[in-house]
């Protein structure tokens, strides 16, 4: 029986994380991987037609989740930040560095296939709704973020850096938020609102539920794969390195 | 209403690619890690 | 009280360095000609758009300054005694960005109305003009130092800047340019005014602490 404050302190060793995500990452994937095929056909071909926009209303099966887990990612790099200052731990500031290109790509695919849903439903594929704006700012936050992290040299210091911006950037979207809705009613009544799913029937709901799932255990094991990925990098000269990797002289047992 | 096929085709399309992306890229990147960790300790084996 | 020496050196130095100090404000009408020129001397035709044309350039103009917000005082050694000292180095953080706004943003707020003019906005809406940049800048200000104390230790970080703090500068400047829009619409300004200032305490007692941080960040590691 291994007591929690151990679990807790090899959770912070790299070499435990190293081994111990092997397993995670690969049924992560695979549940991924079957959630993500079954909600697509779902969605393409089994969902029924909504009543008002058609046939393209199945482009919320991929959207949805996307600008859903945009904005979850940052929430978990600002709150990665707030950790780092508070313990410097360095698994968490890899997990920083991780987390940025995968949340990136996410907004862009929540911005993309946004724009592609507003062209047969809304006849534009961009408006200054509150909600795309804030995205594309979140979509330049990241930009920021990784930008940062790759012009400052020592992790230490990138680390640091990359938690306050990170840190600022979710106090910032918050008011960008109201900001840009507040905006938008002041000057275009009426314009098209991107409003959360209210009551949606359940007949849209499953397949949704199933790609936000298959995207949420794809997106997890993603991370910790890159996590892997970074750790290997930072600390290719230790001697944990060349134990899991392998090489060199073996040591007397 | 115009024909919406095209769109949705295209909408799962980009991202089934985006998502293979950021599925694939940690994996490559692992992978590339690790071989420059093994090539670096070899160096260091080989200098002491 | 070594608030108030830092903030004289600051001004002495500007004084001294005059040709720096007016770039700001020239670069701003620069600004508002090229933009003049760029919208096909259309600008007059909608208050609107004319009032964010003014807000964005002073924005710009605002930008280009705030590289350079801790570089001199990291350069020449000042930075290492703000860090020492006793005062908190927030409270130091806050008197320079204080500095900075008056030295080189305050002139182009001063010279706004003219760009107003130059633009055709009528002269009943300068006045909200004046009164939403006088609000919002110093946000910007402060918001700019938490970015340029971030990037001290990246060469030639002005592009680096700029992608940081523009995302940061959208709800300041949405709340700005409905202060001065809802004015050309006739609707009352005052509920939007006290939200600026609202937004400018808060950046004001937050931001410091964020940029105090940052700096720390910047030059122990």
């Not at chain 1, 709901?205 to 995207?215: H, I, M, S």
């Not at chain 3, 770039?23 to 090229?34: D, E, G, K, R, S």
Request: charged share 10%; net charge positive.
């Amino acid at each position: 029986m291994v007591s929690l404050s151990t679990i807790f302190h090899r959770s912070g060793s790299s070499r435990f994380f190293f081994q111990g995500s092997v397993a995670w990452i690969r049924w992560l994937y695979v549940a991924g991987i079957l959630l993500l095929v079954v909600g697509m056909i779902w969605g393409l071909f089994f969902a029924p037609a909504d009543r008002l926009q058609g046939e393209s209303a199945r482009i919320m099966f991929v959207h949805v989740p996307a600008a859903h887990l945009s904005q979850l990612v940052y929430l978990a790099i600002a709150a990665a930040g707030v950790v780092w200052l508070v313990w410097r731990m360095k698994l968490v500031d890899i997990c920083m560095t991780a987390l940025a290109p995968i949340g990136c790509a996410l907004t862009g695919l929540a911005l993309a296939s946004g724009a592609i849903w507003g062209i047969p439903t809304w006849g534009t594929g961009w408006v200054w709704d509150a909600r795309l704006t804030s995205t594309l700012v979140l979509f330049f936050l990241y930009i920021g973020l990784i930008a940062l992290r790759g012009a400052l040299a020592g992790n230490q210091r990138a680390a640091m850096a990359v938690s306050i911006l990170a840190l600022v950037g979710a106090v910032n979207i918050r008011i960008i938020k109201y900001s840009v809705d507040w905006f938008a009613t002041l000057h275009q009544p009426g314009s098209i609102t991107l409003g959360g799913p209210p009551a949606m029937a359940p007949a849209f709901l499953w397949p949704l539920a199933v790609n936000v799932l298959g995207f949420h255990a794809l997106v997890a094991g993603a991370a910790l794969a890159a996590m892997r990925a970074e750790l290997v990098q930072r600390d290719a000269r230790t001697d944990w390195v060349r134990s899991v990797l392998n090489v060199g002289p073996k040591q007397a047992p | 209403m115009r024909d919406p096929s095209f769109y949705i085709w295209s909408a799962y399309a980009i991202c089934v690619l985006v998502l293979a992306c950021i599925a694939l890229r940690p994996l490559a990147s692992l992978r590339t890690a690790k071989r420059r960790a093994r090539k670096l300790q070899n160096q260091l084996v080989d200098h002491a | 009280m070594m608030i108030w020496l830092s903030m004289q050196r600051d001004f002495c130095l500007a004084i001294r360095q005059a040709s720096d100090t007016l770039m700001p404000a020239v670069f701003f009408l620069l600004l508002v000609t090229i933009l003049s020129i760029g919208t096909g001397f259309s600008m007059h035709e909608n208050s609107i758009s004319s009032i964010g044309a003014v807000w964005v350039v002073a924005l710009f103009a605002t930008v280009l300054g705030m590289d350079s917000m801790f570089r001199r005082d990291h350069d020449d050694g000042t930075l290492d005694q703000f860090l020492l000292h006793a005062e908190p180095l927030a409270l130091c953080v806050l008197a320079r960005v204080a500095a900075f706004w008056s030295i080189s943003v305050l002139p182009v707020v001063a010279l706004s109305p003219i760009a107003a003019w130059m633009m055709g906005l009528q002269s009943g809406l300068v006045q909200s003009l004046l009164v939403s940049l006088l609000l919002g800048t110093p946000v910007l200000a402060l918001l700019g130092a938490i970015g340029s104390a971030l990037v001290l230790e990246v060469h030639r970080s002005a592009a680096l800047l700029a992608l940081l703090v523009l995302p940061l500068f959208v709800p300041v400047t949405v709340l700005g340019v409905s202060v001065a829009a809802s004015s050309v619409v006739g609707q009352p300004t005052a509920p939007l005014i006290l939200w600026m200032i609202v937004l400018l305490l808060g950046t004001m007692t937050l931001s410091p602490f964020a940029t105090a941080a940052a700096l720390r960040a910047s030059t122990e590691y």
